[in-house]
DNA sequence: ATTATAAGACACCGTATGGTGTCGTGTCAA
DNA sequence: TTGACACGACACCATACGGTGTCTTATAAT
């Protein structure tokens, strides 16, 4: 019952590079009609339209009519879930940390402290 | 010519539920064989081994071979793409932030105060 | 009133994806 | 040495995906 009406998988959503750009444009403008999006890709209308639909069901993105076009902003924070994920893995991806994070786990293992 | 030898996209290999699942088991285990990945899952080992077979061509994971086994680990280091990628994003997602930065592009683009 | 623009809806298409099953081979165990 | 096991390499298949083009409708401009 939350804000979010993600109906499709965040992660999918941004596994794409043109979803991605899409992202960083309307990071940039506050609000983008369809076509002026559209100018900026080398593929047709149809097509970022259905990217902008993904983004939509992944809760990335919001639309309102305007006159006769359509007006795309961007809602970031369902990132949050891709943010804490990556989180989790930081810790590996530092020699120092992954140490220090296999002493624990010794320490945990065998609290009598024997070290080899 | 850095370490990482990835020829496929790293938020490509994330997108997928079962490889997030195979990156978890692999968090917690050192190394894995893939006979006991595959009995983590409800399909067959060809398909488990295609899973690795996309997050190796991402870099996110290494492989040996052991007598008869293939032994798998972790490789999180390209995973920081996807942190540097959604950290410039956590902007967006706090109230606050939000209004502070309208509030500096609105300032940047009517410096007479003329707000309506 | 007419015309141009913006976009939704839809049909269509080639290819990538995610799964299957099978066969052959190296390795460990009896 | 025989058999079971772990795996790679294929061939195969259904469906999802990322694109196209066309038609129609609502709106804006002239």
């Known amino acids: 019952m939350n804000e979010n009406n993600q109906s499709r ?3 999918d959503a941004i596994a794409d590079p043109t979803r ?3 992202i960083r444009l309307l990071s940039e403008a506050e609000e983008l009609p369809l076509h002026e999006l559209t100018a900026q890709f080398e593929m047709g209308r149809t097509a970022v339209s259905k990217h902008l639909a993904v983004l939509k069901e992944a809760g ?3 639309d309102r009519r305007v006159g006769r076009e359509t007006r795309f902003r961007l809602n970031a924070s ?3 879930e891709i943010q804490d994920w990556v989180a989790f893995y930081s810790k590996f991806w530092s020699e120092n940390l992954v140490r ?3 002493l624990l786990e010794e320490e945990e293992e065998e609290p009598n402290g024997g070290l080899e």
Request: no cysteine.
């Open 20 to 22: 991605r750009q899409l």
């Open 9 to 11: 998988d965040v992660f």
């Open 60 to 62: 990335l993105v919001l």
């Open 100 to 102: 220090l994070s296999r």
């Open 78 to 80: 369902p990132l949050r």
